[in-house]
């Protein structure tokens, strides 16, 4: 079977055979939690399908956030919550990025490195903006998404893309400010003052001395990209929040010796093969692990739940700009219930099957639980 899980339970015990002690403990939970998804080391569920009297025995999956084959249905869940956020205006994607001389710092420091980026970005957006020149609002709700690989897993790229409404309130709350169409801020002044708050982050979190020289003199990326009403770029974002770097169908072969996966060049359509290393290819995914805790999905303004705007009001406000009813406030239109728990099918005939029972992973420490039978109604 070709997989992640599959890869890393291959080539895993190479890789920790390799770097040890070097290898911090949360990169070991993760890699001890995918390579035992699915398999019954964490325990397993026991089917009854009422349709053909077959039972099936299936493994319990990790749960772990950077698994590929645990976190569909959270993709789902925030997909739909960000789209109903979303505000009728035009949007833009920000990605903020680090130099290549960076990017060692910043994967030594993980937490210190992702929090300057996310610092420096936010600051360098809410500056801007607040800026009469180009909205004059203090309060503008947006969010940050971080990534830390780019079209080849193996390569490490930490960025953060910032979605961002082209518009906010005014300072005294009172009405709607709209940026001009297509524009937001100047990508000059945003990769100065992103440098510069970088820079601040980096003395703030005592890593600017680790920094070479030239680095602050070579290419910086700010890119800014208008992207209409802001649902293409979510549907485009919510894959890579709750994974990381490849998926098992990018998976072409695994021997002894190496992993081979397809990936496509950045600024081509050809997919390409590469082969590499099996402990290299454990490396490279485990580059992209987040330290413990680490929320890598921020949100700013009125998207925060600590801001005291809350977003319905808004909201309200870019209705009276617009010049649209109160009757569109109260949505006409009523929102369907997402599946949070969808029906497990029989393989064999396709009937939903029931859970009958729990069993504990093969260590004890969850004992064994049978499911109480639905009572009828009185």
Request: hydrophobic share 35%.
């Amino acid at each position: 079977m070709t997989s992640v899980a599959a890869a890393l339970r291959q080539h895993g015990p190479e890789f920790l055979a390799r770097f040890g002690p070097a290898i911090p403990l949360g990169v070991r939970k993760v890699l001890s939690y995918i390579t035992r998804c699915r398999t019954g080391e964490l325990g397993s569920l026991l089917y009854h399908c009422d349709g053909c009297q077959r039972r099936h025995w299936v493994g319990r999956s990790c749960g772990n956030r950077h698994c590929p084959n645990c976190q569909k249905q959270k993709t789902t869940l925030w997909l739909k919550k960000q789209t109903d956020k979303l505000l009728p205006v035009e949007h833009f994607v920000v990605t903020f990025t680090v130099p290549e001389e960076l990017r060692l710092i910043v994967r030594a420091h993980r937490r210190d490195g992702y929090d300057a980026i996310f610092a420096a970005g936010a600051k360098t957006i809410r500056t801007l903006l607040a800026n009469d020149r180009y909205l004059g609002s203090d309060c503008v709700g947006f969010f940050g998404a971080l990534h830390t690989w780019g079209r080849d897993p193996l390569v490490y790229h930490p960025h953060v893309h910032f979605v961002v409404p082209g518009g906010g309130l005014s300072r005294d709350g009172s009405k709607w400010l709209q940026t001009p169409r297509g524009f937001l801020f100047p990508h000059a002044r945003a990769i100065a003052l992103y440098k510069k708050s970088f820079a601040n982050e980096l003395r703030r979190n005592g890593l600017y001395e680790q920094v070479p020289a030239e680095a602050w003199y070579g290419k910086w990326v700010v890119d800014i990209r208008p992207v209409g009403n802001g649902h293409a770029v979510l549907k485009y974002l919510a894959p890579y929040i709750y994974r990381v770097a490849i998926s098992d169908n990018r998976i072409e072969a695994i021997d002894a010796r190496s992993v081979t996966y397809r990936y496509t060049p950045s600024g081509t359509k050809q997919t390409k093969s590469r082969t590499v290393e099996g402990w290299r290819f454990v490396a490279g995914f485990l580059q992209h692990v987040l330290p413990t805790g680490f929320q890598k999905i921020r949100y700013y303004g009125p998207l925060s739940p600590n801001c005291k705007r809350q977003l319905e009001n808004v909201r309200w406000l870019l209705w009276l700009h617009k010049g649209w009813t109160y009757w569109l406030a109260r949505r006409s239109v009523v929102n369907e219930a997402v599946k949070t728990s969808p029906d497990v099918r029989c393989t064999e005939c396709g009937h939903a099957m029931r859970l009958v029972q729990v069993i504990g992973p093969v260590d004890g420490v969850v004992p064994s639980v049978t499911p109480p039978q639905a009572r009828a109604p009185p």
